[in-house]
């Protein structure tokens, strides 16, 4: 019973995302878990061992605070689905990685350049040749598609609605605080640990629902696995690799930063794959056929 209310709510869900998108932002549910963070940061004290465990604190308060909030909703399908929305962003992704994708099929490197800036990479895109634009917005789509959809989909499922707005302030504290360095080494373990986890599972079901698009669109989907495979342990990214349709393309160090469409998402750097002609509809269309097998799934 539970899995079948939970059913209806992720399909309820999904249509909502589709056809609504993200609210704005000033109350947009993952801006106001990023506020969260950045209150945390400002009061953590000094000292590894005390950023430790200020951290792990920190983010168990808020997702007990957040798990408890979206608890006290409505147990409707209608009403649990539309706020299970704002927690997704596959129709802000797909436009964002359209848009790039259309500017570099008119020749405009410029426009993809700074539409690549402005959605979907944290660093400074003036210098990226087309083939590296392609491939930044590819990794985008493919990392986004885990963190923003298949993740999300599969903690409604488990867990219901707290579990899916556990899930985003985990990936929205890894996000911001889940880098190794001096600021962040300590502060940010415990989130980076627990979204490592909780994205053990959902990563690799998007690299098999890519791939099995990828066979779906371009015939290459036994190809693309393989690959994803096989550089699983190499790449921040694998979905990237799987992405590309199985280019066996050699890859090299990316400092490109990719980004969610949500406020307050950062990651840290990854490698990424050179471009090939065609690659960009191939995997926005294999995403999407993805995306569609995953809700197809879930309806039945």
């Known amino acids: 019973m539970y899995l079948s209310h939970r059913s209806q709510t992720l399909l309820i869900a999904l249509i909502a995302d589709a056809l609504l ?5 000033a109350w947009h549910p993952v801006a106001l878990m990023g506020r969260w963070m950045h209150l945390g940061e400002r009061f ?3 000292g590894a061992t005390a950023r430790l465990l200020w951290g792990g604190m920190w983010l168990t308060a808020g997702a007990a605070a957040t798990g408890s909030v979206v608890a006290l909703l409505p147990d409707h399908p209608v009403v649990r689905g539309l706020a299970a929305s704002t927690l997704m962003a596959y129709r802000g992704l797909d436009r964002a990685v359209g848009e790039v994708q259309t500017a570099l099929e008119r020749g405009d490197l410029a426009e993809a350049r700074r539409l690549l800036g402005w959605h979907l990479v944290s660093r400074p895109t003036a210098d990226l040749r087309a083939d590296e634009v392609a491939g930044a917005a590819i990794e985008s ?11 999300p989909a599969l903690a409604l499922l488990v867990g219901g609605l707290p579990a899916i707005a556990v899930y985003r302030l985990s990936n929205t504290a890894d996000a911001m605080w889940g880098y190794r ?11 980076a640990r627990l979204d490592d986890a909780l994205n053990l599972l959902p990563a690799r ?3 098999a629902l890519i791939a099995a698009a990828a066979q779906i669109v371009c015939g290459r989907g036994m190809i693309a696995w393989q690959i994803a495979r096989r550089d699983a342990r190499a790449y ?7 992405a590309y349709g199985g280019d066996g393309g050699g890859a090299r160090h990316d400092p490109y930063q990719t980004r969610t469409l949500h406020p ?3 990651f840290p750097p990854a490698r990424r794959c050179h471009d090939r002609r065609g690659a960009p509809d191939c995997a926005r269309r294999a995403a999407a056929a993805g995306g569609r ?3 197809g799934n879930v309806e039945r």
């Open 44 to 46: 953590a004290p000094q």
């Open 21 to 25: 998108g993200d609210p704005p932002n």
């Open 205 to 207: 079901l998007t690299a």
């Open 236 to 242: 921040c990214v694998a979905e990237c690799r799987v």
């Open 181 to 191: 360095n001096e600021r962040y080494e300590y502060l940010g373990k415990t989130a």
């Open 293 to 295: 097998r995953s809700a």
């Open 264 to 266: 307050w998402k950062r």
């Open 141 to 151: 789509l493919a990392e986004n598609l885990s963190d923003s959809l298949v993740a």
